[in-house]
């Protein structure tokens, strides 16, 4: 089995790509491309969909964590709300 230590840095990587992905989509404008902006190398769709993939495995390592606290629920709320924030 994998080890806390390696979950939770893989937590934190998936957690930064995340708001990465969705940093890129919040600032995507197809009249004005941003080099090295994820939604203008992929694409506004793809990068989505990445971006759910990518929360999903951050919620997964929480998971196998057996996080069962007030701080893994703020935790997981953090990383549902970065899917789906709107700024």
Do not use: M
Request: net charge negative.
């Amino acid at each position: 089995p994998e080890s806390k230590n390696n979950i939770a840095k893989k937590f934190g990587s998936q957690l930064g790509l995340a708001f990465q992905l969705a940093d890129d989509l919040l600032d995507y404008d197809p009249k004005n491309l941003e080099k090295g902006n994820f939604a203008t190398l992929l694409g506004f769709e793809e990068t989505k969909k990445w971006l759910s993939e990518v929360t999903l495995a951050a919620q997964q390592c929480l998971y196998e964590l057996n996080f069962s606290s007030k701080n893994s629920n703020l935790l997981l709320f953090l990383v549902e709300y970065n899917r789906t924030r709107v700024h």
